[in-house]
């Protein structure tokens, strides 16, 4: 009976030792199988820069009061981007300027004028007035606060009036410049004048 035992032990002994010796060799051709196939593990990668753009644009770029004269009994007429016109002929205006910030950042906005009332206007039967004020087109466009809410003469410095300190971009991104003008009864000829604005990202 002990040898039958022992018979059946050196079988299973053997069983054990083959299956082992055919695991072995499944993982080995299995490692060949991933060499011959390429089979790798590695890595890839995706990169850009995405740059702040402090770009602002004039979306109402242009006033023009047209082609008038001052009443004869006035000795100057005033001029508003907000409907006031008390001379002749004339466009009635009611809109300022609209400018907006069409980039990716907040702003600071500085504007600065090409010349101020005298060399713009003329005359002298009065001072000619030339000035500006800001505000806000949609409530909370400027995270700060408006600087110049009412008419101030303009500004002709290199440097500029700071309108905005921090001006939104996303929905809430829009200032309007409003324009008084005061014109002497003698003053004549055709008028220009270029407002520019210059705009600082806020880092």
């Known amino acids: 009976m002990k040898s039958i035992d022992n018979i059946f032990m050196i ?10 010796f055919n695991l072995a060799i499944t993982i ?11 089979y790798v593990l590695d890595t890839g990668t995706a990169n850009l820069t995405i740059e702040a753009a402090a770009v602002i644009n004039f979306t109402n770029e242009v006033i023009n009061w047209g082609t008038g004269h001052v009443n004869e009994t006035l000795t100057s007429a005033t001029l508003t981007t907000e409907g ?21 950042v907040n702003v600071t906005l500085n504007l600065t004028s090409s010349n101020n009332a005298a060399s713009f206007i003329g005359g002298d039967t009065v001072s000619p007035e030339y000035q500006w004020k800001f505000s806000e087109n949609e409530t909370g466009s400027c995270d700060a606060t408006i600087n110049i809410t009412t008419y101030t003469n303009v500004n002709t410095d290199a440097g500029g009036t700071h ?13 309007i410049i409003d ?25």
């Open 11 to 20: 079988i299973a002994i053997i069983a054990v030792c083959f299956a082992a």
């Open 28 to 38: 080995n051709k299995i490692g060949d199988f991933k060499s011959l196939t390429g």
């Open 84 to 104: 006031v016109m008390n001379g002749t002929d004339w466009n009635n205006i009611t809109s300022g300027l609209v400018l907006e910030n069409i980039g990716n």
């Open 163 to 175: 309108a905005c300190i921090n001006l939104g971009y996303d929905t809430l991104d829009t200032l």
């Open 179 to 203: 324009l008084r003008l005061l014109i002497p009864s003698n003053a004549i000829g055709t008028k220009g004048s270029v407002i520019t604005a210059t705009a600082t990202a806020i880092s």
